[in-house]
């Protein structure tokens, strides 16, 4: 298990210096990093001189990047058009995007499991269909469009939700964070059916069977607990999809955080900004599949031994 | 998403091979997906998307961009424009039609050139193995850790497009995006589908007969390696239409006056204007959905006629 954790590790190191190295060539090294800086005018020389100086834009590609990996390894994000700190901005605003993605993703896992276990059970049934029918219906509207409808029918018309969540309380996060989910809710229950389907056909299954154990119990304990893993690591990988759709409905929303930062600098053309936060999410979505491949390790024994 | 599920149901396939009575495995699934209605179903659905994109004026005769502020949002009607006209007084109808274009444009020349790209980098490393698959490989994972819509946002903002220029240079933008960050997703798939396939007695064969390592590769592991890269192509070809809304509907992706489904969905959805003219979102997120609807269904009648295991 040790050797197994040690060697993700390893592996980690190319993929974060390549997609850090990525986003960097893409923002600085490509086009002229100073245009947009100065709002739609040309910037003044002088201040391309300053900017310069200050990105080590004067050196070589592979120079700079290393200069600004290091200023990243410090925390240090830059200065953004209003004068602060990008990572103080940021900050500031995390604790609710997590909130967010956390309200998403429980309600992906319960819902999302539920769902797949009652259709799986009975392949073919009035559930199974439904299921079917459902997450297609899901997967095909655009989540901007799920967003708007849910804020106008369950946020004005019904008022069972707050129809903003400019706060960032819990109680007005759960219309958004269901929103969020949706998309995945579908995709979890399917998995879920799928590979729930495949293992009741195994022979351990049968042998439960045989010897008399419940229906409940070998669904609920012994196919279960096998039929999770890919629903598991589906998740992991799930959180960048998360991330990127927090976007649009922390935007609808008006949910102060992460999403909503990155949607108003676009906006504002405050590139340090959009630059310093998508940076952040890609590494912290690097961070939580490296815990979901260790994670994956653990549930099952088969991938970490070879 | 669903790709890994795919991925799973679909790797016995390639196993499989040509059928017990000489029928190829096309053979077998075309035979298999002729009697399907939902294979009917979405390709007529396609086929009448497609034939929106190329001659919208087959359906319409209305210029879409012709803007009338004292008919702003008049409701649908059997007389006037029946999908009603939008908070500038265009017909929507008009605009739902021309919308098909560039939606339909982004998802078939992005399906095409992720398609293209990792066919080859899956061929690659399955077919050479050893550096070249490790080196592919590690390429691959740096360019799938960065979530599409995130890598999406940040090249957009980086290469703003001007106002000016034309449909196309918009599109391919887009295209470009989904190429860099979709490529691996394929190539993972076809270095699978080819590690499977190398192994079997008739690649050997034609080893044995000197054959060279190209006509090896096209003619006999491409053919049988394909079917999994297709259905995952078909699926995508909806998620990349729905990343360019979304990009649209974030204000990077497709510009006005380029009419697309996304940008007018944006327009339609502030609270104010969902309550006074829900015609304004209804129409295009439903002529959007039912597309994205139509190449999901494709894609997994596709891999059901493919997979012998659910027949």
Partial sequence: MGRYIIRRLLQMIPVVIGTTFLIYAMVFGLGDPAKGRCGERPCPPAYIAKFNAEYNLDKPLVVQYVLYLGKLVHGDLGTNFFGNQVSQELIARYPITIKLTIIAILFELVIGIAAGVLAGIRKNGFVDSLVLVSTLVVVSIPIFVIGALAQLVFGVKLAWFPVTASDGTIGQLILPGLVLGSLSVAYVARLTRTSLVENLRADYVRTARAKGLSRGRTVGVHTLRNSLIPVITYVGADVGALMGGAIVTERIFNVNGIGNFIYRSIYQHDGQSVVGAVTILVLVFLLVNLIVDILYGVLDPRIASD | ?311
């Fill in chain 2, 1 to 311: 998403m669903s790709e890994a599920a795919v991925e799973e149901s679909l790797a016995p396939a390639a196993e499989v091979g040509p059928s017990a009575e000489g029928r190829s495995q096309w053979a077998a699934a075309w035979i298999e997906l002729r009697h399907k209605p939902l294979f009917w179903i979405s390709a007529v659905l396609i086929v009448i998307f497609v034939l929106m994109a190329l001659f919208p004026h087959l359906f319409t005769h209305t210029d879409p961009r012709f803007a009338n502020l004292a008919q702003a949002r008049e409701k649908p009607s059997l007389h006037g424009s029946i999908f009603g006209r939008d908070n500038q007084g265009r017909d929507i109808y008009a605009r739902t039609i021309y919308g098909a274009r560039a939606s339909l444009s982004v998802g078939v020349l992005g399906t095409l050139a992720t398609t293209v790209v990792g066919l080859t980098m899956g061929l690659l490393a399955g077919f050479f193995g050893g550096w070249v698959d490790s080196v592919l490989q590690r390429l691959g994972e740096i360019f799938f850790s960065i979530p599409l819509l995130l890598g999406g946002v940040l090249f957009l903002y980086k290469f703003p497009t001007s106002v000016d220029a034309p449909l196309i240079v918009q599109v391919l933008k887009i295209v470009l995006v989904l190429a860099l960050l979709g490529w691996p997703n394929i190539a993972r798939l076809m270095r699978s589908a080819v590690m499977q396939v190398k192994p079997a007695d008739y690649v050997q064969a034609a080893r044995a007969l000197g054959a060279r390592p190209s006509r090896i590769v096209l003619s006999h592991i491409m053919p049988n390696a394909l079917a999994p890269v297709i259905v995952v192509a078909t699926i995508n070809l909806g998620v990349y239409i729905a990343a360019e809304a979304t990009l649209s509907f974030l204000g990077i992706g497709l510009q006005s006056p380029a009419i697309s489904w996304g940008s007018d969905i944006s327009d339609a959805s502030g609270l104010g204007l969902i309550r006074a003219a829900p015609n304004m979102l209804l129409f295009p997120s439903l002529f959007l959905s039912l597309t994205v609807l139509a190449f999901i269904l494709l894609g997994d009648a596709v891999r059901d006629a493919f997979d012998p295991k659910l027949r």
